[in-house]
């Protein structure tokens, strides 16, 4: 991994974490989430999936519309460092 690579890994990290736990502030069933980057290519490479407790509340957050709101704080989050993730995918832990 070049120091290029790597500055982009730790500073997309942080920018996830920040993500992360802005979410579980507002919606107490999300678990946690993980992404895979090509690092090499990082356009369009960045997958992002987000896990909830259980399927209740997987369930939950989808009848009550949560879901756009938590792509919303993820887009933003990830503007920052001008990267757009290829797509967010919702699971349960």
């Known amino acids: ?3 290029t690579e790597k500055r982009l890994d730790n500073a997309l990290r942080k920018v996830l974490t920040t ?3 802005n979410i579980k502030d507002v919606h107490r069933d999300f678990s946690h989430l993980t992404h895979t980057i090509n690092l ?3 356009d369009n490479t960045l997958q992002v999936t987000c896990f909830f ?3 209740f509340a997987l369930a939950q957050a989808n009848c009550q519309q949560q879901l756009p709101s938590i792509e919303r704080e993820l ?3 990830l503007r920052v ?3 757009k993730p ?3 995918n ?3 832990a």
């Open 53 to 55: 407790i259980d399927d």
């Open 1 to 3: 991994m070049t120091k």
């Open 90 to 92: 919702f699971l349960v």
């Open 40 to 42: 090499k290519k990082p």
């Open 19 to 21: 993500a992360c736990e």
């Open 81 to 83: 460092m001008g990267i």
């Open 86 to 88: 290829q797509s967010i």
């Open 75 to 77: 887009i933003e989050q």
